[in-house]
């Protein structure tokens, strides 16, 4: 090698590394494609009947803590149920069963306490809709059913509040007959079947207004479901690439170093 010119060095030096680069582009193949998808799902309302009743709050809260919803979906479990019940395409059915399940992550937002974001890979646009699909099914079922829960222990207060204000203004009605002679006792029983009767129906008033409020869990349509892709993994081509690059640097650099030391020893003698 030392007796080679120079030139001839640095053309065995390229040629080398063109075919290490090469085989290394052959060799190692990149992943296969994937597609990504991202999206935010709002978190439904329920009333709690007890702070409506208090007037301390609105009573509004959400059917389940984001912080449930997100330990939920990040269980093994609830994805082992995603991937075994999607109807993943038949060609890429494996490759995203894996990436389902290995990619499946929910994130909360600060900007909307009520949101939950969902991110998942999986082998093709078409299977990352049906996870999503399958993922909007399970958490819809399961919020509904909740729900339906306080949706009916508030209407069980709402007809207890009623019934309560019909009978308390019938008392009040009955208080003082028109026969009757007025008295202080009965002016003062009216007055507090009268005040009762408002503070009940006040109530009743503000449940009746809070059950309105009552929302379901809701996941954006498909259509508005964002899905990037493809995406291809080339790690490994790429760090293999970057070593070929570091070795070819050291071989200049001792390339360099082995021309310009005949030239030192030259000019000491």
């Not at 065995?12 to 799902?41: D, H, N, Q, S």
């Not at 149920?81 to 109807?87: I, K, L, M, Y």
């Not at 038949?90 to 290995?102: E, H, P």
């Not at 008392?171 to 503070?199: F, H, M, N, Y």
Request: glycine share 4%.
């Amino acid at each position: 090698m030392k007796t080679l010119p120079l030139f001839s060095k640095i053309v065995i030096l390229a040629l080398l590394t063109l075919c290490a680069a090469g085989a290394v582009w052959l060799l190692c193949r990149p992943g296969p494609p994937v597609w990504r998808l991202t999206t935010i799902f709002h978190i439904g309302s329920i009333i709690y009947p007890a702070a409506v009743i208090d007037g301390t709050s609105s009573g509004k809260g959400t059917i389940e803590q984001p912080r449930t919803v997100i330990a939920l979906i990040s269980t093994p479990e609830f994805r082992e149920a995603v991937v075994g019940t999607s109807e993943f395409q038949q060609r890429t059915a494996a490759l995203s069963r894996r990436l389902v399940f290995a990619t499946l992550r929910p994130h909360d937002l600060d900007s909307n306490y009520e949101d939950v974001e969902i991110d998942l890979a999986a082998a093709s646009a078409a299977d990352c809709l049906a996870a999503y699909r399958t993922i909007a099914r399970q958490i819809a079922r399961r919020h509904a059913v909740l729900l339906d829960e306080n949706a009916k222990q508030l209407q069980t207060v709402i007809d207890d509040y009623r019934e309560r204000s019909m009978q308390l203004k019938k008392w009040e009605d009955a208080a003082i007959k028109p026969d009757d002679q007025v008295s202080t006792e009965s002016a003062r029983r009216k007055r507090d079947l009268g005040a009762a009767w408002s503070e009940s129906s006040e109530r009743l008033r503000r449940l009746e207004a809070a059950k309105l409020s009552l929302e379901p869990t809701t996941f954006p349509p498909e259509s508005e479901v964002y899905v990037s892709g493809p995406l291809t993994n080339n790690t490994v081509r790429l760090s293999a690439i970057a070593g070929l690059a570091i070795l070819l640097c050291v071989l200049v650099l001792t390339l360099g170093l082995e021309v310009r030391s005949p030239g030192r020893w030259a000019a000491r003698t």
